[in-house]
């Protein structure tokens, strides 16, 4: 392989994108090494197995990762902002909406919600830490690894160009030569390692836990669906992980798994791909309900109307989940029976959803509603949202769904769920949990810009869809002829787009701004609510709970307030136990993206040596006996002094 | 929960959640492994140009395979019985000879795989040979890993005996060892006696 084959060459976007990445490496390495910091980001950040720096840089990944995501979708949007334009071929337009989808689905979402997860979960459970601080480590770092080896395809050997969904024929060897979908095969099945990891973390997590008297049944409701989404992903995940191995065989050694000769099937991909894909979706959007559910009660000072239905309706999303995927592909030669059953499961969906939005609505209703930021992303995601669920229910219909299978409808209609859905979500977690992560407030008034500025940008971008998509675009389309119509829809669209990235640049100026000029003086519990994490100081010490608190009801902490009881007294006080930090899992995840790196250009024998480093990586882990620390209890009262003042 | 009869893998916090991580990751391998069975029946009958199940299986030594590897169980269990009886030396050789019967198991299926390239079924002859060879590698894999895996944790155990860590880890191999004899059981069952008669 020649050097031009290695780097891409040839597009002045792409150009430019190299020579950015490179100084920007360049800088950050001589900014760090000028600042004398890497001993501490190595101690502090890279070996941590502290769930809430973890999941920090989860959030800051999935940050990172908004902004390539955002890119890529402002290109497409340039791109069809007029009939048959040329700012991107018909190549490069590809490219795009595959990095775009796989970004924004595995990179953002995900990381984002699971980053989230990990600095709320322990906390409002009352834990010291999640069951497995070292795996869950390891978990960011594969997530990490398989992101970066993803990113790193536009610029060194070519971007996966198959879509998102990658169906085969078309995402084989023989149709989509090159090394661009070999990354796909192997940044997602090492970013999905991490994934499952962290499923089976929280599960065990939150089921041994639970600080005492927290029965199932007292639990908050962003536990409860953290709890049902980390079974899904554990139900789903492996699904994945073997689609992805068959489709690394077939690419990297010539198997006929999803080829059309020698016996292989492409709708088994089609399947698989969709067996997960669709779990993935309410893996999203489960615990980003769970969100809402807390920040709707706290900012209504009303505990969430119809509790139990609540967790009923989440588990019976999460059971209906595995029984939709065929719904993804009605017009792909399945009998008329089959549709019909698929059409049924995936409608009857719609039931614990509707039951979820109207439960929101009567939390609000006769409470006393603070219109905070937080609170302000809540309340547009249940009109938006419901956009989104309503076509869904239309796509659901199989006979109806022929007309706008795979039509910009289906566009409009998948955005509108997952972005007030996850998006708006995390807005919300971001602005709400913010206190609790870092010791002060986000803007509220720049919160504000940011709020009306994407939501409405939202809506100019996406509502157009669908009215280009019921008058016949199809989905992908790199451009379009005048006479079509479309000019006039998808120009107002891509002036929508470019709205909704000035909110996302008013949130970085808000992250910005807060960090340099923001008030560290708000408290433990700045919104006056209701669960367990506001019971600890802002920012929560690393132990978390001096002592872990005794629970005696549904949102305990509120009652508790209200009794005067959250003191400390000083002879609970008891040295806590801490687990050590640790090298191996961020050298472990490094082996994996190495590893990885090599299998993506088919360089076996290098592989095969790098791979030796994974296996030193879990002989160091196994042989480790490392039993943590204590903290000894003069530390904590000092520590606990500082934001109580006396103890009792 | 520390009273005398609990066994010594569960004295502590961290090792009964160890343990109940272990079954929950063994739910997901139990997904894994469903999905490679399910794509092995659509794949099943692709034979395309390629050998079919029956011309190739070796009824006989799949046999002597599934033995040893039933044994291998056994013997495990017989290990897992010593450690709860504080025998270090018992689970050390009970371990050892489910090391070396899992080694004979591999042994076997190696040749099996040799003869199957030399009746012209290699993994990229048709759709069913892919399936049956990534089904069979996968559970081949788990095999190599495992014997690897417990071979470290007897260094560890005669390093430091029977402890609650060592314990523990050495009853989680275990179980890892009887899912991959379940597994098994699938396989022998569900590719080779289905092969042959159907």
């Known amino acids: 392989m020649s050097l031009d084959e290695f780097f891409v060459t040839g597009d002045p976007l792409i150009l430019a994108s190299q020579i950015a990445i490179g100084l920007t490496m360049i800088g950050l390495i001589a900014l760090i090494t000028y600042l004398k910091r890497w001993k501490w980001l190595w101690n502090e950040w890279f070996t941590t197995v502290d769930h809430k720096k973890i999941g920090i840089m989860y959030i800051l990944a999935g940050v990172l990762m908004f902004f390539r995501g955002g890119v890529d979708g402002l290109l497409m949007k340039a791109q069809t902002s007029r009939p048959e334009l040329d700012i991107l071929n018909a190549q490069h337009y590809d490219e795009i909406f595959t990095t775009h989808g796989v970004i924004m689905i595995l990179f953002m979402a995900m990381p984002m919600l699971i980053g989230i997860m990990n600095v709320v979960i322990p906390l409002q ?57 070999n990354y796909y095969a192997v940044s997602l099945q090492i970013a999905g390692i991490g994934t499952l990891a962290t499923g089976i973390n929280f599960i065990v997590t939150i089921m041994k836990m639970r600080a005492p008297g927290l029965s199932w049944m007292k639990l908050p409701i962003f536990t409860w669906s953290t709890f049902i989404t980390s079974i899904i992903i554990v139900a789903a995940f ?12 077939d ?56 509790y139990k239905s609540m967790v009923f309706a989440v588990a019976g999303i999460a059971f209906l989940s595995m029984l939709v995927w065929v719904h993804h592909f009605y017009t792909m030669g399945n009998s008329a029976a089959v549709n019909s059953i698929f059409s049924l499961t995936t409608m009857m969906i719609a039931i614990p959803t509707g039951v979820k939005i109207f439960n929101w609505l009567f939390t609000m209703r006769k409470g006393r509603i603070e219109f905070s930021t937080a609170m302000l992303w809540s309340l547009a995601f249940i009109p938006c949202f419901t956009i989104g669920g309503v076509t869904g229910v239309m796509l659901a219909m199989a006979a109806a769904d022929y007309q706008y299978h795979n039509t910009m409808f289906l566009v409009a209609h998948f955005h509108y769920v997952l972005i007030p859905g996850v998006v708006f979500a995390v807005f919300a977690a971001l602005y709400y949990w913010w206190p609790k992560m870092f010791g002060f407030k986000l803007n509220e008034k ?22 280009v998509g019921l008058d016949g675009m ?94 400390l007294k000083k002879k609970d006080l008891k040295p806590v136990h801490m687990p050590s930090n640790s090298w191996t899992p961020i ?46 209890v003069e530390e904590l009262e000092k520590e606990e002094r500082e934001w109580r003042g006396d103890l009792q | 929960m520390t ?35 399910a794509s092995y029946f659509v794949l099943e009958h692709n034979t395309a140009s390629g050998p079919a199940g029956q011309d190739i299986f070796i009824l006989k030594d799949v046999l002597i395979q599934t033995f040893i590897l039933l044994t291998s169980s056994f013997t495990s269990g017989l290990a897992i019985h010593s450690m709860r009886n504080q025998d270090k030396r018992g689970l050390l050789i009970w371990m050892i000879v489910t090391l070396l019967l899992g080694a004979g198991f591999l042994y076997m299926e190696i040749n099996e795989f040799i003869h199957y390239v030399h009746e012209g079924a ?25 014997i690897i895996w417990i071979s470290l944790l007897l260094v560890q155990l005669v390093r430091r005996g029977i402890t609650v860590q060592t314990s523990s880890k050495l009853f989680i191999a275990s179980l890892y060892w009887h899912f991959l004899d379940v597994v098994w059981i699938f396989i022998f069952t569900f590719v080779y006696l289905k092969g042959m008669v159907m």
Request: charged share 10%.
């Open chain 1, 125 to 181: 459970i009352g834990a010291r830490d999640v069951a497995f601080p070292k795996l869950n480590a390891f978990s960011f770092w594969t997530f990490f690894a398989g992101a970066m080896l993803f990113n790193l395809s536009f610029v060194i050997g070519g971007s996966p160009d198959a879509g998102w969904t990658s169906y085969f024929p078309l995402a084989g060897k023989e149709f989509t030569p090159g090394v661009g979908n």
């Open chain 1, 238 to 249: 492996p699904i994945l992980t073997i689609a992805l191995l068959f489709m690394t065989l």
């Open chain 1, 251 to 306: 690419r990297l050694f010539g198997t006929h798994f999803f080829t059309v000769a020698a016996g292989g099937d492409p709708m088994l991909w089609l399947n698989l791909f969709w067996l997960w894909g669709h779990p993935e979706v309410y893996i999203v959007v489960l615990p980003a309900f769970g969100m809402f559910s807390e920040v709707i009660a706290t900012f209504s000072r009303k505990n969430l109307y119809g």
């Open chain 1, 446 to 467: 720049i919160g504000k810009w940011h709020f009306w500025l994407f939501v409405i940008g939202f809506n100019m971008t996406f509502m157009p869809m669908f009215f």
């Open chain 1, 474 to 567: 199809s989905r992908r389309m790199y451009t379009y002829a005048e006479s079509t119509g479309w000019g006039a829809w998808l120009g107002f669209s891509a002036v929508g787009s470019l709205v909704m990235a000035a909110g996302f640049a008013a949130l970085c100026y808000n992250i910005y701004w807060s960090f340099r000029y923001a008030s560290r003086n708000v408290g433990s519990d700045p919104w006056n609510a209701r669960t367990l994490e506001w019971a600890t100081a802002s920012p929560a010490p690393h132990y978390n709970f001096a002592v872990v608190p005794q629970v005696e009801q549904l949102d305990d902490f509120w009652y508790k307030k209200k009794k005067g009881e959250t003191g």
């Open chain 1, 587 to 632: 050298v472990l995840a490094a082996a994996f993206g190495v590893v990885g790196f090599f299998l993506v250009f088919e360089w076996f024998t290098l592989a095969i040596v790098a791979s030796i480093g994974i296996v030193i990586g879990l002989i160091a882990n196994s042989f480790d006996y490392d039993d943590g620390y204590h903290i000894p």
């Open chain 2, 3 to 37: 009273s005398h009869t609990t066994p010594l893998e569960y004295q502590s916090k961290q090792t009964q959640m160890n343990i109940l991580g272990f079954w929950i990751f063994l739910g997901a391998e139990i997904v894994l492994f469903s999905t490679l069975f």
């Open chain 2, 122 to 146: 290699t993994i990229q002859t048709s759709g069913f040979t892919a399936a049956l060879f990534t089904l069979l590698g996968t559970h081949g894999a788990h095999v190599t890993f495992g």
